[in-house]
């Protein structure tokens, strides 16, 4: 059975650091392009970061540029989310995402499993 399994959601101060891992079960990372997409309260989902697994190009939204990198440790078949200098506006519930493929995009239609979700909250 194909799963997602995010961790380590919590509570940061604002210009604080946090990581939450992205387990994948049933099927192999480097096989997919995977992304995470986090949700603000009354907001529509949106990509912060995806990984292209075709040549592993990496992309990120403006908003987070230099501030958020993801990363994959294949021999543990997790992808991470490293955030920086994280700011009240990052707060939100943050989801990994599998593509149907090795590409990856901003649209949530072409990802087919997703993970429960963590909650990330940024106090001021």
């Known amino acids: 059975e194909v799963q997602l399994v995010e961790s380590g959601g919590g509570l940061v101060k604002a210009g604080g650091s946090w990581g939450p891992p992205c387990a994948a079960l049933?099927?192999?990372?480097?096989?997919?392009?995977i992304a995470w997409f986090r949700q603000a309260p009354g907001k529509g989902r949106e990509g912060v970061p995806c990984?292209?697994?075709?040549?592993?190009?990496?992309y990120y939204r403006d908003s987070v540029k230099g501030r958020f990198t993801i990363s994959s440790d294949n021999a543990k078949n997790t992808v991470y989310l490293e955030m920086n200098s994280l700011k009240p506006d990052d707060t939100a519930v943050y989801y990994c995402?599998?593509?149907?493929?090795?590409?990856?995009?901003?649209?949530?239609?072409?990802?087919?499993?997703w993970g429960q979700g963590t909650q990330v909250t940024v106090s001021s």
């Open positions: 995402a599998r593509s149907r493929s090795k590409l990856v995009s901003w649209e949530t239609f072409e990802y087919d499993y």
């Open positions: 049933g099927f192999t990372v480097d096989d997919h392009g």
């Open positions: 990984i292209g697994r075709g040549d592993g190009s990496r």
